[in-house]
């Protein structure tokens, strides 16, 4: 089994071999603009799992998908001269999901601080319900006593 450092370092060398034959040597229409974030790869570097982002609609995400599982092979060869390792590692394509993840937080974030405004724009005007100090103060009849 392989150390993590060397499974680091493998994933790291995967990742730009993926993305400059992805931008050199695949040419098929279907792809679209698409970023390589991350390689992982198993322990014993059998397996390396490459996750990408696509710039666009669903449509170019189906796409891009169905390129990159037909270019499969020919990525993974260029991946094994590239590392020149014994064994070559399988690949797996996964598309990212942190930018919808980012999208959909930005979006909560957005809603919570129109609901933080609406709050203030009703405090502004508001006044207390009873006393300003609820708690309560000894009287001065205590304190001689």
Sequence with gaps: MADSTRAR?????IKVIVASTLEKRVKDPR??????TEVRVTGDLQNATVFY???G???????????????K??????VG????????????????????AAADLDAKLA???ARDAEVAALA???SFAGEADPYRKPHEDDETA
């Design 73 to 78: 092979g020919m990525i993974r060869s260029e």
């Design 31 to 36: 792809l679209g603009f698409i970023t390589v």
């Design 81 to 100: 001269k590239g590392l020149q390792i014994r064994l070559t590692p399988t690949l797996e394509f996964i598309a990212d999901s942190v930018p919808q």
């Design 57 to 71: 609609d669903e449509e170019q995400h189906a796409g891009t998908a169905a390129a990159l599982e037909s270019a």
């Design 124 to 126: 502004k005007d508001a």
């Design 9 to 13: 370092k493998i994933a790291d060398r």
């Design 53 to 55: 982002t696509v710039w």
């Design 111 to 113: 809603e919570a601080a």
